[in-house]
């Protein structure tokens, strides 16, 4: 293979190399066929020497072969392939790759080439023989050589090429940015399905390169945001609300949101940041946008958690028929925010996307409206409770929470139990019949009975 120094049919030499290469396989699985059998006989075993020396011969110029024929089909794809395809990075680390190898080969080359210089000299110095032989075999040691140089030749050229590369086919430019460096140049440059690297080479574009390069840097900014902005919305289509059931009531609740929260935070702190970026500008509209759906979404949050910690302290109040019966306006109120509250878990439940879940309509509003109506609620509630401790002194002894479990259950005297013992310290139960009436009651400290003279009727 030391004249294969045709650039025009490297395929061919691969193709040579690999039919070579396959014989050499063939022969070693003979070889070691052969070599088995001789170990069975317990005979030498025969030492094919010459096949290691053509293998290892071989190796250099299959290497080279391959490396140049890649190198001119990758070349002519990005010559004459499409523009808008070329992605600078993976042809910079392709160049660079195919220069580390050519380097490679071309120094195994030029070593070689020595060796069969310093032998001719040694040949015609010892023996006479023809000039003409002499002059055929370095002819031979310079065509691959020859090669190498002229492939590293054409990857160097290559890389003059890549700052236009770099620049052009940046994947931030935008019509807007194409239509800047049209300005500078005096001609439409924009690149259609059409156009090629060596078309975009004619248009003479050093003068003009260090401006196209500002204006790919602020695309490559732009850009940045851009796919910042995209990550950042991806984000949520992964992210839903945690839902749980209440109690055997059929109806869902919120769990834990720090995770939601958190994340919130996070990107609301981002997009401020990046809204005071020099080049947010085309994108200003939607940077706005997103950060308006953020701190809605916040927003919907932190009053959705308010409504629900004061719908689950209420909902049991308002379960029991006594204290609708007491409260009939505070009742009224509260069917109007458990209205709005299944209507909310319900949709949550259907779609748990946390941005799908909070687009529902006017949802921040029925939200804050549920809030005004709880703290009305609420103030009544206290105002009730406050009545009944002043009618009856020693419900100031009880929590709110206390009076409520026994004015919820005034059907059912017997829940007063247990809290009888912080209303009256000596007193430690009551004794009751089948039909609620007071027969006896317990002290504290001895356990002692004290039977009443007259049953205390707890129904009039």
Excluded at 37 to 64: A, H, R, V
Excluded at 324 to 342: A, C, I, T
Aim: charged content about 30%; proline content about 3%; hydrophobic content about 35%.
């Amino acid at each position: 293979f030391n004249d294969c120094g045709d650039m025009d049919m490297m395929q061919q030499y691969v193709k040579d190399v690999m039919q070579v290469q396959k014989k050499i396989n063939e022969l070693t699985g003979e070889i070691e066929f052969i070599n088995k059998e001789e170990e069975l006989f317990q005979w030498e075993i025969s030492n094919y020497c010459e096949i290691d020396q053509i293998s290892t011969m071989l190796e250099p110029y299959q290497k080279l072969f391959t490396t140049v024929l890649k190198w001119q089909r990758t070349e002519k794809k990005w010559m004459d392939g499409s523009f808008q395809e070329l992605d600078p990075e993976e042809v910079e680390a392709a160049v660079d790759e195919f220069w580390q190898e050519t380097y490679k080969i071309t120094k195994t080359f030029a070593k070689s080439t020595k060796k069969t210089d310093s032998k001719d000299k040694l040949t015609a110095t010892t023996r006479r023989t023809s000039s003409m032989a002499v002059v055929k075999d370095g002819d031979q040691s310079q065509d691959a050589y020859s090669v190498c140089q002229r492939v590293q030749k054409g990857v160097k050229d290559f890389k003059g090429n890549l700052p236009v590369v770099s620049i052009m086919c940046n994947p931030g430019l935008r019509q807007r940015h194409w239509n800047g460096m049209s300005e500078i140049i005096g001609f439409d440059i924009t690149p259609d399905s059409g156009s090629t690297l060596r078309k975009m080479l004619k248009n003479n574009l050093d003068p003009v390169l260090e401006e196209f390069e500002g204006i790919s840097n602020a695309a490559s900014k732009e850009f940045g945001l851009e796919r910042a902005m995209q990550k950042m919305a991806d984000e949520w289509e992964e992210i839903y609300f945690n839902t749980t059931q209440y109690r055997d009531s059929g109806i869902s609740i919120l769990a834990s949101v720090e995770e939601i929260q958190t994340t919130l935070d996070d990107q609301i702190i981002k997009t401020q940041t990046m809204r005071g970026s020099p080049f947010i500008k085309p994108f200003e509209k939607e940077i706005r946008y997103w950060e308006d759906k953020l701190i809605l979404t916040q927003e919907i949050i932190d009053e959705w958690l308010k409504v629900q910690s004061c719908w689950l302290y209420l909902e049991p109040i308002f379960s029991s028929p006594d204290i609708m019966s007491q409260m009939p306006e505070e009742g009224r109120l509260f069917q109007v925010v458990d209205k709005n509250w299944r209507d909310t878990m319900k949709f949550v439940t259907n779609d748990p996307k946390v941005l799908h879940a909070t687009s529902m309509p006017g949802m921040l509003e029925k939200m804050r409206d549920s809030n005004n109506l709880l703290d009305k609620i609420m103030k009544g509630l206290n105002n009730y409770l406050e009545k009944k401790r002043l009618y009856f002194a020693r419900f100031f002894f009880l929590s709110n929470d206390e009076m409520l479990e026994i004015l919820s259950e005034t059907k059912d005297p017997t829940r007063v139990q247990a809290h009888l013992k912080k209303c009256f310290e000596g007193i430690a139960n009551l004794e009751f019949t089948g039909d609620y009436d007071i027969l006896a009651m317990m002290s504290s400290e001895k356990r002692k009975k004290y039977r009443l003279r007259l049953c205390v009727d707890t129904t009039s």
